[in-house]
């Protein structure tokens, strides 16, 4: 069945209080489906594999990662339930705009592109974003091994290091990904990078959301917006 966060055992809690709301730990693989608690918004991601399992993610939640961590959704799956109002945030936990102080070390530290990893998936895994904010990450979401799922609506890339989304090309076959209200910046490529492409695809795209295609031949072509375009291997 599904626990709360506060029930799972990948999940410990911190100490101290953080902008009157308590911070829980979320680290190591986990098996079993999770529900994150929206009465305890604010979480330290010390690296998260979801191995079979789901992920469910409230609104308003706040997921903050140590240097290098992931969150690596393998073989399971990815949710987020945020709204215009009370988005979903995947941010660096230097970020002290959100949610406070984390760290607990004032001013010492600013958050960094590539403070982070990025969120990852992979055969069979799924992830479905609705109305969140990814920030600071090396990637922002890519599927370095396919994925059998993929839904990225309403959501915003911030301040990363490579592109905002990136896809191998068994990655695209079932992504939803090109909902008008996504958007990008700062990041090293503010749209889609979709790489050793050897599939056809009829893919709209919408200004502010760039498109970039690798070839099997190691070419890229980068694609105008605001246009629908028919892609041959």
Known sequence: GTRTAAAAAAITHYSHQCSSRKVVRLE?????????????????????????????VP?????????????????????????????????????????????????????????????NFAIPGSVALLHAVVRYGNDGLGTPGGGTGLSIKATRFEHITNAAVGLYSNGLRN???????????????????????ADTATIATHPGWTLVVDGTSGAADVLGSDMTITIQA
């Not at 986990?30 to 992920?55: E, K, M, R």
């Not at 996504?182 to 090293?188: E, Q, T």
């Open 175 to 197: 992504a939803d990904i090109w909902d008008n209200d996504n958007s990008a910046i700062d990041c090293g490529l503010n749209g889609v990078h979709i790489r050793d492409f």
């Open 59 to 119: 609104g308003g939640s706040i997921l903050k990662f140590e240097p290098a961590s992931r969150l690596v959704v393998w073989g399971g799956h990815l949710v987020t339930q945020g709204t215009a109002e009370s988005p979903v945030t995947f941010t660096s936990l230097k970020d002290d705009s959100v949610g406070g102080d984390t760290n607990n070390d004032g001013s010492a530290t600013t958050p960094q592109p590539g403070d982070w990893g990025g969120i």
């Open 28 to 56: 190591a693989p986990v098996s079993s489906d999770i529900t994150l608690d929206p009465d305890c918004s604010i979480y330290v991601v010390g690296g998260l594999t979801l191995q079979g399992a789901t992920l469910t």
